[in-house]
């Protein structure tokens, strides 16, 4: 029960994130995202190294996963997932489309909220895909305004030079590196 509780409450915050966004819109220069995206070679299993702290995951403390998953209409179904510092595992599981037929395909939407709400645009968070590894081992994940960012691998770890790397990138399109947390993995087998 209390499971279903912490998804339904993930769930619901995550459904005002466009909203915040937009509240929040910066006068920077444009965040870009990559000129394309093989999603085939997207789909799958990704681990968050690091993210700028956002209240739709407060409660989550280690082993933060996303996942893809290609849908025969098109879309992506993205279920993520995390451990809370009590040891208990909590996720959401949402859908993703892009954002329309203009953008490139790295420019996404994400829904976590009920799908009956799906016809509210507020609903539909962009996610932008704004670096992205040639072998696709690593990804960058952010929102236009700044305020979201999640650096994700295909592996729990990453080198250190390579995370400086790519931090130095996404301070060059605005986002603040002094906010980014990195995310605590767990050995894995």
């Not at 909203?19 to 681990?47: F, I, M």
């Amino acid at each position: 029960m209390m499971e279903r509780l912490s998804t339904c409450l993930l769930v619901c915050s995550l459904a005002t994130v466009p909203l915040v966004a937009a509240a929040s819109q910066t006068t920077e220069g444009e965040v870009t995202a990559v000129a394309s995206l093989d999603l085939e070679r997207y789909a799958g299993q990704w681990y968050e190294i690091a993210r700028l702290p956002n209240r739709f995951q407060r409660d989550c403390a280690s082993d933060v996963t996303a996942t893809y998953v290609l849908r025969d209409d098109g879309r992506i179904d993205v279920i993520n997932s995390c451990r809370k510092a009590d040891g208990e595992s909590m996720g959401a599981t949402g859908i993703a489309r892009f954002a329309s037929e203009d953008e490139p395909k790295s420019k996404l939407k994400v829904r976590f909220a009920p799908s009956f709400m799906s016809f509210l645009p507020f609903v539909w968070a962009d996610y932008w895909v704004i670096d992205l590894a040639a072998d696709y081992s690593y990804a960058v994940v952010g929102h236009p305004n700044r305020n979201y960012l999640w650096v994700l691998s295909r592996t729990p770890t990453m080198d250190d030079r390579l995370y400086e790397e790519i931090t130095e990138r996404f301070v060059a399109q605005g986002y603040d590196a002094t906010r980014v947390v990195r995310t605590k993995q767990s050995p894995r087998d």
